[in-house]
């Protein structure tokens, strides 16, 4: 096994010398030598211990721009780096610090991964990508130009990043971040804040991550800190993912996602933070919460509900019976539950649909602040602005057992309710309103499968409002349950069960409308008494014709004796002197009192609707 090879001393000038290009040095028996001109642009230096200068540092300057500078098993204290060059590359360094402050460097890879560099400080210079494979304690970066695009892969341990006035920042960092911050030093009305196309972020184990500005793509994976999004933060599309679910807080203030939130694997406790300022809002076009979490919170800690969401979904969720959720305070355009089991208690509370009217702020307010700028304009408008209107005003139920939940003060009336194969039983009411009209959900079954669905869902809404003692809301859902019914079944093949189906729901609609009831009553009374009168050969006198008016209120005077089922056909003697009757006289008077006599019954129950219990 080979000793360590020992570095070869390089003067400070003679390093200066180098990049001017009065020296060159000879990779193969690493040594430079005094050369008439510059030859190429390519600098490579191996196994170099480089002195500083009079303050302390190396700094890598020069007129001549060139194209690559390699550092390869290098002990540099601390670098300054104030020229333009096309790549920087440090491998097997042992390095201090990295400093830019001033120039361009189009790329720089830095593979440290024996001793760990103390900061890499990049301040008002542009650096258009940067690869680190190590550990780098402080990794500080300021940005400056706001045309200038940047990426950067961070593929080893990063214990502090800041990124500061940034913009259109691509980073993906696959190592381990202990601490994240990603701010901006001024004011968003004043000035332009950071600015980021996409950010990926792995393995933040300790501290806060701190985000404000405007990103198109966020995606934080086994990011196990408190998360604080900042004034004025628009994002497109926001991901957070664990492999192992853990709790984190995730406080926002007047933040726009105009995309998805989606938490993945994550226990969160979603919140607004409110100071004495009262415009704090938060906008959601969608936020999805997947797979397993111990806790959800997601509330308003103020009087008025400060949060909006148009879509919230519950997916792939399996809850323990010690766990405790809540959504408090906020509004809502759709909320699904897929695949969602609850062994332990939630609560819905003060949760209401309905158009979102901040205080003070909404998205149109946003395109008003940066509109001055046609940068902030036009990158908010294509990535950060909500395209997916959902206004679909749903609850979304699937394949789930929402168990206990407590639904107060809540009010999803304008919603309707998809539905398929879940369990309601549990869930209780208090001052809540619970959609009105109930669908199934089309999974490629026939016809037939929906409507069993749907009378599943009305049998369970209508048991759950008898529970509670509402009647009222229990006979609507009663009359739906026995429309889906009578929708499932066939006359071909169920003619006898669907018969009184139909009479019910042509004569008052089960029972609920005393109204219909009475019409209808009327109406099949007369149709029957036309059919009665034309039996006996005898027609009813046009009311019109002032000289048959009065045959005509005689002929009709006999008309409430006939909706009687208990009259006898003697009676209508009079009428116009018979004394027999003919058998389909007979006849049709014995069908009518059958058919009168269900009508009124229906009527009776429908007027005793608000009195009875089923």
Not at 201 to 219: N, Q, T, W
Not at 392 to 415: A, H, Q, V
Not at 552 to 557: G, L
Request: glycine fraction near 4%; hydrophobic fraction near 40%; include cysteine.
């Amino acid at each position: 096994m080979s000793g360590t090879r020992k570095h070869t001393p390089l003067s400070n000038r003679d390093f200066t010398d180098i990049l001017n290009g009065a020296l060159r040095y000879d990779a193969v028996f690493n040594s430079v030598y005094r050369a008439e001109e510059r030859i190429g642009d390519f600098i490579v230096l191996e196994n170099y211990e480089i002195a500083p200068d009079e303050s302390g540092i190396v700094e890598i300057k020069s007129a001549v721009k060139p194209l690559i500078v390699t550092f390869l098993n290098c002990i540099i204290k601390e670098i300054e780096i104030s020229v333009t060059i096309n790549e920087l590359i440090l491998e097997n360094c042992e390095i201090d610090r990295i400093i830019f402050t001033s120039g361009v460097v189009d790329k720089m890879t830095v593979k440290t991964p024996k001793k760990a560099i103390q900061e890499i400080l990049i301040n008002k210079s542009l650096l258009s990508e940067l690869n680190i494979d190590g550990v780098v304690n402080n990794l500080f970066y300021k940005g400056n130009d706001p045309n200038k695009i940047s990426k950067g892969n961070l593929n080893g341990v990063i214990k502090k990043l800041e990124l500061h006035d940034c913009n259109s920042v691509s980073l993906q960092a696959k190592g381990i971040i202990e601490e994240c911050s990603i701010v901006n030093s001024d004011y968003p009305f004043q000035r332009i804040p950071v600015t980021i196309q996409k950010l990926k972020i792995f393995s933040v184990k300790k501290g806060e991550i701190h985000i404000r500005g405007l990103f198109e793509s966020v995606h934080f994976i086994d990011v196990n800190v408190n998360i604080y999004i900042s004034t004025f933060t628009c994002i497109n599309d926001f991901t957070i993912e664990q492999r192992q679910s853990n709790q984190i807080k995730i406080n926002l203030i007047d933040t726009y996602i105009g995309g998805a939130l989606i938490l993945n694997n994550v226990a969160p406790e979603l919140t607004t933070l409110l100071d004495d300022n009262d415009n704090k809002f938060i906008f959601i076009n969608k936020l999805e919460i997947k797979k397993s979490l111990i806790n959800v919170s997601i509330r308003s800690i103020i009087g008025e509900k400060s949060i909006h969401i148009n879509h919230l979904s519950f997916t792939n969720i399996h809850l323990n019976k010690d766990v405790y959720w809540s959504l408090q305070g906020i509004y809502l355009e759709s909320i699904s539950f897929i695949n969602f089991r609850n062994a332990g208690v939630g609560n819905i509370s003060n949760t209401i649909s309905g158009s979102f009217l901040p205080s003070t702020m909404n998205y149109q307010e946003f395109l008003e602040i940066y509109k001055n700028e046609e940068l902030k304009s036009s990158f908010f408008i294509e990535h950060c602005l909500q395209k997916d209107k959902y206004r679909r005003y749903e609850l979304y139920l699937r394949s789930s057992d929402l168990g206990k939940i407590n639904f107060m003060d809540t009010d999803f009336s304008e919603f309707k309710l998809s539905f398929y194969s879940t369990k309601l039983s549990e869930i209780f009411l208090a001052g809540s309103k619970m959609p009105k009209t109930v669908r199934a959900i089309e999974t490629g079954t026939i016809n037939k499968d929906l409507k069993h669905q749907e009378r599943i869902a009305n049998s369970q809404l209508k048991k759950l409002h008898e529970q509670q003692g509402d009647l009222l809301a229990a006979n609507d859902y009663f009359a739906n349950e026995m429309n889906a019914y009578n929708e499932s079944l066939s006359w071909r093949l169920f003619f006898w069960e669907k018969l009184p189906l139909v009479l019910n729901r042509i004569s008052s609609n089960h029972g609920q409308s005393w109204i219909r009831a009475l019409s209808t009553t009327l109406i099949i009374s007369v149709i029957f008494y036309m059919i009665f009168l034309k039996s006996m050969d005898y027609t009813l006198a046009d009311p019109l014709d002032k000289g048959n008016l009065s045959l005509f209120f005689h002929t009709s005077s006999f008309f409430l004796d006939f909706i009687n089922p208990l009259h006898k056909l003697d009676t209508f003697e009079d009428l116009n002197g018979i004394k027999e009757f003919r058998a389909s006289t007979r006849f049709i008077d014995g069908i009518a009192r059958i058919f009168i006599a269900y009508f009124v019954y229906q009527l009776i129950q429908a007027f005793r609707k608000h009195g009875r219990s089923k």
